[in-house]
Every structure is written in C-alpha cells, then in structure tokens.
C-alpha cells in the first residue's frame, strides 16, 4: 500500500540509529533527524563528544539521553546498543552508518596495519554494522539505511589510496544490500558527501595550494558545508524516498558531474 507524507515533520514517529553520530557529519545528520521529529540515537567511540551531542538532541526535543560509546569495530558493542534501543522503542526504522577513519599519505609509504586499519573500519565494519542492524530491519519488514561514501569511491585522488579503495567498497556494499533486502522492506542507499571540511580532513586541506585546487574542480566554487548533508540524509530517511533503493547521491557541489573544462 502506498504510503503518504507531508512537507513538514518528515521522520515523525521514526527511531533513527546515527553511528558516528559523533563525528561531524555524522552529527549534522543526528541534528537533521530530530528537527524533522525523529527519536535519534547517536553514538561513536569518544563518549566525551557523544554526551555532547545527545545534549544537543536533547534541546531539540530528542528523548534519548543514554550515552552508550559505540567502536563499529566492535560488533558486540553494536548488538548490546541495538538492544537497549529495542527495549525502550521496539524498533530501528532508520540506520546512517557515518563512522570512518582517514589517511592521507603516499601510496608507497602505506603500511599494511594502516592499510588493514582504514579496510576495518571504513568497511568490514560497516557491513557487520549493516548486518546487525538489517537483521532486525527484516525481521520488523521495514526500513532504512544510510551508508557514506565519498568522492573517493568514483574517482582517484592522491595520496588517499587505503580510504578511496574502502570508500569504493562501501558503494558495492550499498548496491549488494539493496539487491538482497529491497524487496523484504530494507533500503539501502548511499549518500556521497563532497568536500565538506571536517576533523577528517582539516589537517590536509590547510596544506598549501590545497584548497584552490579543490575549488576548482568545484562547479559551485565553495566546500560543502556541514547543513549540506542533512537535508539529503532527511530524504533518503522518509517516506518521500519510498521508491529509491541502491543508489549513491552526491552532495558535491557538482563536483563528480564536472570534466574540468
């Protein structure tokens, strides 16, 4: 049966799991969630930024106040945060998966515990993460998935080779899922954040030369900024998205869709 919507208050009613929620990105979509009327749980590992956070959310209306550290390296930790959630609201209608570590160095320098590293994280991790939490999104018939990818998972940049490879496989990851579990009522989809500056990346874009070069390639000749990416997470979270499954929606600025000339 179709289901119907309105412009205003988007996600009310929905329960809506952030990990790294404690992250910049991460915490600009938790924010973006609960303005539309979404309950969020935000979590990630610091749990000094997490109660942050959930003060946050908290202003904004949000209910949940447990500040429960999350390592999405750590499944037992995400199956233990699952069930505190189901206990008190019976359900996980939306899961944005925004934990990701960076590495910005020469492709020949990389060590194997670095490469090994950003590969756990960035992408074993999501897809234990994806798993746990798509369990019980099948077993309620419903829901939906936001991974993050980056520019990295489409084109070459230098000096990022561990994070583009991992960023690459989160695309093929969000396609896989969505081919396995739209048709039992999971969506999977992918939001592609340009260059948004985050602590991620601060380090690298304050080198010299950096950011004209980015700008350049830049059709809007500006870096997103962090209220960028809520509005198409709020999206790929509601009922307006019902049809979309398996997709990567880029947030560039037009940066992907731009030859350069």
Same mark, same amino acid.
């Given at each position: 049966?179709?289901?119907?919507?309105?412009?205003?208050?988007?996600?009310?009613?929905?329960?809506?799991?952030?990990?790294?929620?404690?992250?910049?990105?991460?915490?600009?979509?938790a924010t973006a969630f609960c303005r539309e009327g979404a309950t969020v749980i935000p979590t990630g590992r610091n749990k000094k930024r997490l109660t942050t956070i959930l003060r946050?959310?908290?202003?904004?209306?949000?209910?949940?106040?447990?500040?429960?550290?999350?390592?999405?390296?750590?499944?037992?930790?995400?199956?233990?945060?699952?069930?505190?959630?189901?206990?008190?609201?019976?359900?996980?209608?939306?899961?944005?998966?925004?934990?990701?570590?960076?590495?910005?160095?020469?492709?020949?320098?990389?060590?194997?515990?670095?490469?090994?590293?950003?590969?756990?994280?960035?992408?074993?991790?999501?897809?234990?993460?994806?798993?746990?939490?798509?369990?019980?999104?099948?077993?309620?018939?419903?829901? =939906? *998935?936001?991974?993050?990818? $980056?520019?990295?998972?489409? +084109? #070459?940049? /230098? !000096? =990022? *080779?561990?994070?583009?490879? $991992?960023?690459?496989?989160? +695309? #093929?990851? /969000? !396609?896989?899922?969505?081919?396995?579990?739209?048709?039992?009522?999971?969506?999977?989809?992918?939001?592609?954040?340009?260059?948004?500056?985050?602590?991620?990346?601060?380090?690298?874009?304050?080198?010299?030369?950096?950011?004209?070069?980015?700008?350049?390639?830049?059709?809007?000749?500006?870096?997103?900024?962090?209220?960028?990416?809520?509005?198409?997470?709020?999206?790929?979270?509601?009922?307006?998205?019902?049809?979309?499954?398996?997709?990567?929606?880029?947030?560039?600025?037009?940066?992907?869709?731009?030859s350069g000339y």
């Amino acid at each position: 049966m179709k289901k119907t919507y309105t412009a205003e208050k988007r996600l009310a009613g929905k329960v809506a799991l952030v990990l790294g929620g404690t992250g910049d990105i991460g915490g600009s979509i938790a924010t973006a969630f609960c303005r539309e009327g979404a309950t969020v749980i935000p979590t990630g590992r610091n749990k000094k930024r997490l109660t942050t956070i959930l003060r946050s959310l908290q202003k904004e209306g949000n209910t949940w106040n447990l500040p429960i550290a999350v390592d999405i390296t750590q499944p037992r930790q995400i199956t233990t945060l699952c069930r505190a959630i189901l206990k008190r609201y019976k359900r996980i209608d939306c899961f944005v998966c925004a934990s990701g570590i960076y590495l910005n160095k020469p492709a020949e320098k990389v060590t194997k515990r670095e490469w090994d590293s950003i590969l756990e994280t960035n992408l074993t991790g999501m897809f234990m993460a994806c798993k746990i939490i798509g369990e019980i999104m099948l077993k309620q018939g419903q829901g =939906t *998935i936001i991974t993050i990818g $980056s520019l990295g998972s489409f +084109v #070459a940049m /230098t !000096k =990022t *080779i561990a994070y583009s490879v $991992s960023k690459a496989g989160v +695309v #093929a990851l /969000t !396609k896989a899922l969505s081919a396995e579990w739209a048709a039992r009522g999971v969506r999977v989809n992918a939001l592609i954040p340009g260059v948004f500056p985050t602590n991620l990346n601060k380090k690298a874009l304050q080198k010299k030369g950096r950011r004209k070069n980015i700008l350049r390639g830049i059709p809007m000749k500006r870096l997103g900024s962090l209220e960028d990416i809520g509005g198409s997470a709020v999206f790929l979270a509601s009922d307006e998205s019902q049809y979309i499954s398996g997709i990567s929606l880029p947030v560039d600025g037009g940066f992907l869709s731009f030859s350069g000339y």
